[in-house]
């Protein structure tokens, strides 16, 4: 025992660089496997407020871009504005209409901390807990996806960019509805992949590309992007779809986090059909 | 003594400073992300502790790792090469080791020496940071690829950030 000790007290470096990188590791893989609101994210308070201060003042260089899309948004939502609009806390708005039960509520929010340049990207967004966000709910914007919330705090939660490896979306082809998933392969922040497109569908340079009705986080028909290319790999029976984005990931400031309303009733119908196989 | 340590935790705040506010906005391609905050684990003075060593670095890594999302990733890199700097010094040592008082930079030992040293410091750390965060070896070369862009851009901001600090001592 007393050797032991010694050995170790002798090659203690070793042994202390050791146990530090074990703790690293520990941290990385209960960040990826698990989905816990773990410590070390950018929505803890001190991270988080440091970088709010940093995103408003760079909000200031964009405001007139901002305003423009704003504005543009305003007035096509006046277009179709047959329904009144009740404005409720926390900015958060419901239609009341007696031939349609509405199934999605949009949260608006800000952007304070982004990035496009990683394998895995992560936003960070000024809405948490407290104004009733929860895990896995959809982030969208005007021109399209973003992505998909991953943790929440009091006040702020990151969200899992689809610029993200782990990231998979339902995805279909508008003019015909053969649907399929998209991925991000890390190549270039304006274009994902969309796979398993079979190849009786006549595809064709600029077909939009949209979220499928499958998913229980996303709206159906929220534009994802268009058809840039494809290629049918040998061996394979389906084709595999460059999609450029219609989201542009480098200027997101601010966005719309989605509450599916009915997504509670619909997994536990699903899950009552499964056990009961 | 005190002096050192006050100096060394000044530095700490200034290049996280650096690192999360300002290298972190700039989007200089999607290959290439330098990381300069690596220039304290390198700059540490030669009396260091080895235990004090690993846990600033570890420090180091897990407060970058607050701002970048990703949990542990910069403090395994961090680590790793504060564990493999007290060997790389003694690989490296002039013949009658350093003089007491000096500080591994340009100006106390030189172009050679400090590129080769930091060179690798920071060409391990790269290479551990990336390899980590993509986790697959079906990426190998693009990975690969941007580490070496990474690094050079790094050893370049390490390298230009020691000149201006030298200049101020000369004035002082």
Redesign the interface.
Known sequence: MRNLITFIWKH???F??LS??V??????V??NYFQKA?F???S?L??AN??KT?ADV?EYFFLKGENEKLAKENAELRSRSLVSFSLLENNQYFVNDTAFRQKYSYISSKVV?N??????N?L?LDKGSKQGIKNNMAVITSTGVVGQIKDVSENFC?VMSLLN?KTTISSKIKKDGSYGPLTWE????AFATLHDIPTHVKLTKGDTIVTSAYSLTFPENILIGTVESFERKSGEYFYTVNVKLSTEF?KLSHVYIVTNMMKKEQEELENRSEMDK | MLNEIIRNIVRFAILVGIQ??VI??I?M?????PFIYVLFIIGLPFETP??LL??SA?AM??TI?????????H??AC??I??LR?GLLKLFSPRDGYEFGTQPTIQYLGIPWFLSYSGILILLHHIVLFY???FRFS?FF?TFFRVIVSSVFTLLLVVISQYLFHRKKAQE
């Open positions: 203690y470096f070793f202390l660089f530090i990188e703790l690293c590791i520990y941290l990385i209960q960040n773990s070390v994210n950018s803890n001190l991270s440091i970088l940093s760079e901390n990035s496009t340049n990683r394998r895995n992560y960070t990151t490896s890390g190549e270039s922040f480098k | 999360v506010l972190k906005n989007e391609g999607r290959f290439i992300n080895k235990w690993l846990f570890f890594g897990i790792d607050l701002f970048y999302d990703t949990a542990g990733m403090a395994a680590v790793f504060a564990y007290p980590i965060e993509v990426e693009t």
